[in-house]
């Protein structure tokens, strides 16, 4: 994945250029939006499943103790496609967490989130593609080990059970602090701890959640944020986040014509050129077909 620079790159070359390219060499994603359906809600599964890039069925808030075992049959009547959908396991701590990873095993889907990660990768994944989420301070400070680890294909950070471990109360500042809504330090440095790492080892990275599912206007802003810095996967806790996260990370037609401009102009020369007063040079050139091989899919 390329990432860009505004200082770097001058204001209109960046804002045509902010889009990332959802593509790793382990896995291959459909697109940024990555939708949470509980396990438990068998008419819920299909329908997220339609509506966004990439589903989550989930099994950590998804599904309790008495219907663990009805959420279980849903996974497997769902006959989702594999490549976009993934299972979300409770903890390694929990006590279902055996049980969970033995019936994902007894499927088609290898893809599979674990949440609440230690210090270590579980020994008993082989087989997976594996999503740690980054939300236990052991996770964060062994955040290298998860990036690294050969059965890892991307990173997934938790800001608000990171709060909690952290024993802290709110993992974004409130109405009564100078900038209401933005992360904490503690929390913006997890932030870009999980991409930086995720990106030193060649893999993916996905944003936390944006629980206020009403605010859209906020949801809008964050996950253009997170496009821009260079996150490949924005989760949704509510179908309508959608649309709204898709809005964010896909080029709009201003960096469309930009890109198309920049092809036909990489046609005439052998090196860098100017383009409205700006050098455009190889990595502008590729950003910019990357673009255009991205709207085709």
Known sequence: MLHVNEHLLGKHVFKAVASVIMHTDSLELAGPAILFAPADRAEIIPKAAERADLVILDLEDGAGDVNRESAYQNIKNAHLDPATTFVRVVGPSDE?????????????????????????????????????????????????????HPLVVGLYWGADDLTIGLGGAYSRQRNDEPTPGRYRETMAYARSQTLIHAAAAGKWAMDAVYQDFSDQDGLYLEALDSARMGFSLYPCIHPRQVEVVRRAFYPGEEQITWARRIAEESQRHSGAFKLDGEMVDTPLITLAFNLLNRIKE
Do not use: C, M, S, W
């Open 96 to 148: 279902h967490y055996h049980q969970d990873i033995a019936f994902v095993r007894e499927t088609e889907y290898r893809n599979v989130i674990v949440p609440k990660v230690g210090t270590r990768l579980p020994k008993n994944l082989d087989g997976f593609n594996v999503v740690p989420i980054i939300e236990t301070p052991a996770a964060l400070i062994n955040i290298q080990h998860f990036a690294e």
